[in-house]
């Protein structure tokens, strides 16, 4: 299956109740870790619960969407491949896939990595909301696609709708692209209509 993007709607209260915690930001950040997922668990951890009101994916397309949001390149000025945990690009593009408060399992402040929870305000999901509602889906893939070739993201020539028996040329080909850019700006539109906040992770 490889690596996906996930993300949740979440009740901003809920969350900042969760993140306000007596011990410091480290115990809420912690806290909201401990709590992300819970309603899959029979019983949740402490006295406040985090529901989570959507849940959705985009396949492996996450790392080429970044590159078609952000038009930024995944290397350094001198080549070398830059760390993942190290994305590039400005606010508000940044934020629709790698952007946001990072959440670990301690607490502690970090550079997103994998498995780690990337939270983003109402306002930050009212920017990327306003963002991709701006672009239009097929010019801009259009226009970035010889980028994309020749950048080579994750899993870029083997993506391909799950109903698909199976891949068909790259993700741009096989409409995957396309298809994950809708799941993201139709989740990102709900999120921003109700006054959501947004919790993503890559695993």
């Given at each position: 299956m490889g690596f996906w993007l996930f993300l949740t709607r979440h009740d901003p209260t809920e969350v900042h109740t969760l993140l306000d915690h007596p011990d410091g930001p480290e115990a809420g950040r912690a806290l909201l870790y401990d709590h992300h997922g819970?309603?899959?668990h029979p019983e949740p951890t402490g006295p406040v619960r985090l529901r989570t009101l959507e849940e959705a994916n985009t396949t492996r397309t996450w790392d080429a969407l970044h590159l078609l949001f952000t038009g930024c390149s995944d290397y350094g000025l001198d080549g070398d491949?830059?760390?993942?945990?190290?994305?590039?690009?400005?606010?508000?593009?940044?934020?629709?896939?790698?952007?946001?408060?990072?959440?670990t399992p301690t607490g502690e402040a970090s550079r997103p990595g994998w498995d780690d929870l990337l939270l983003l305000d109402p306002a930050e999901v009212r920017a990327v909301n306003s963002f991709?509602?701006?672009?239009?889906?097929?010019?801009?893939?259009?226009e970035r696609y010889e980028f994309l070739a020749s950048e080579g993201p994750y899993s870029f020539g083997l993506a391909a709708p799950p109903e698909a028996d199976s891949a068909t040329?790259?993700?741009?080909?096989?409409?995957?692209?396309?298809?994950?850019?809708?799941?993201l700006r139709n989740f990102y539109a709900r999120a921003?209509?109700?006054?959501?906040?947004?919790?993503k992770s890559i695993g």
């Open positions: 819970e309603d899959t491949r830059l760390d993942e945990d190290q994305p590039v690009g400005e606010p508000p593009a940044r934020d629709v896939i790698w952007g946001g408060l990072v959440i991709l509602s701006s672009l239009d889906r097929d010019a801009l893939i259009a040329g790259n993700m741009v080909q096989s409409g995957a692209l396309a298809r994950d850019f809708d799941v921003a209509a109700a006054g959501n906040a947004v919790i």
